[in-house]
């Protein structure tokens, strides 16, 4: 399995984050956010394959390009459509999904299902394009300890901060990994054959294990040939204040992540109307960056108060504190 991104719309414009998790048997696609104009370059078929909406909150550039996704996925039923965001995103959807005449809807069909998140608990509703979305239909509320779902091949996590209205940041964490070592394999000289995929598959696995004529207690060949491989992850923070009490949660919750992507809406010079704004500066992004031992930091959704020159400026501020910092690669700044 792999995780890759891509950081979608430009330098000071809006900005948004695909996420795939590609397991070598599927791809989950997984989107932060989506602000206006950001899915103009995103192919057509990979908005039709979207799994998730994942919204950090809604100001208007976090959310401006709603319309577009929903017009592609109003009426998607060949699976659920998924909204996660903080507290008010039920309603908020609600008005989203109700600010259209519905008169044509009556042979179509689709479901949407919209989670809304706060410190403790999940509340989901569903609507129902055949209903003219005019029904909320409460699921229910469950709890929650940061990790909010399960796909199989990653979880995915939030944690509420505050940006003046509560802002999601989220982390998704892929799947470890099991996999046959071939030379621990060859080393009690067994073959490759049929017993391999019982033999990944406890539900049917029998115990002990024939393996070419030779009798094996299960225990022993895990033991002897499984070797876990910890997955990949990738962080997604934006738009809310990194004060102390943010910094202290999120240097545990982000620790060894492998690529944190990070508003950077000031210099460090503006630490004072980072603070008013609840935003972060560069040096503060890159001390969290190194407090976690993250491996990557790419920084994005930068003020367009600030010229092109600034940009690369504010890269060689994070850079100063932590070395491995970037761009997204599609902007050809460095």
Not at 222 to 250: N, Q, W
Request: charged share 20%.
């Amino acid at each position: 399995m792999s995780i890759s991104f891509e950081i979608l719309g430009s330098p000071a414009s809006d900005n948004a984050l695909l996420v795939r998790v590609d397991s070598g048997q599927a791809v989950s696609r997984l989107l932060f956010d989506c602000g206006s104009g950001c899915l103009d370059a995103v192919p057509y078929g990979e908005i039709l394959a979207l799994d998730h909406l994942f919204l950090s909150h809604f100001h208007m550039d976090h959310i401006g390009g709603f319309d577009c996704l929903f017009r592609a996925l109003f009426n998607r039923h060949q699976k659920l459509n998924q909204v996660w965001g903080p507290a008010g995103t039920i309603e908020i959807m609600h008005h989203r999904f109700r600010g259209f005449l519905w008169n044509l809807h009556a042979e179509m069909s689709g479901t949407w299902l919209v989670h809304e998140v706060t410190p403790l608990a999940v509340t989901t509703a569903r609507f129902e394009l055949q209903e003219a979305f005019a029904i909320r239909h409460d699921v229910g509320t469950r709890s929650h300890d940061g990790e909010l779902l399960d796909i199989g091949t990653c979880t995915i996590e939030a944690h509420v901060m505050d940006h003046g209205t509560p802002s999601l940041a989220y982390v998704v964490r892929e799947t470890t990994r099991t996999n046959v070592d071939p030379r621990r394999m060859a080393a009690l000289g067994l073959k490759p054959g049929p017993w391999l995929k019982q033999f990944k598959q406890d539900a049917t696995a029998s115990d002990p294990l024939l393996v070419d004529g030779q009798s094996f207690p299960l225990a022993f060949l895990r033991d002897a040939l499984l070797t876990e491989t910890p997955g990949e992850s990738i962080a997604y923070l934006t738009d809310f204040l990194l004060d102390d009490a943010a910094m202290a949660l999120l240097s545990q919750v982000l620790q060894g992540c492998d690529t944190v992507v990070c508003e950077t809406q000031y210099r460090n010079s503006d630490e004072a109307l980072a603070r008013k704004n609840h935003h972060m500066t560069t040096g503060r992004v890159a001390e969290l960056a190194t407090r976690a031992g993250v491996k990557r930091l790419v920084l994005f959704h930068l003020s367009d108060r600030y010229t092109p020159a600034e940009w690369r400026d504010m890269l060689e501020e994070a850079r100063a504190v932590f070395p491995h910092t970037e761009f997204s690669p599609t902007w050809q700044i460095r």
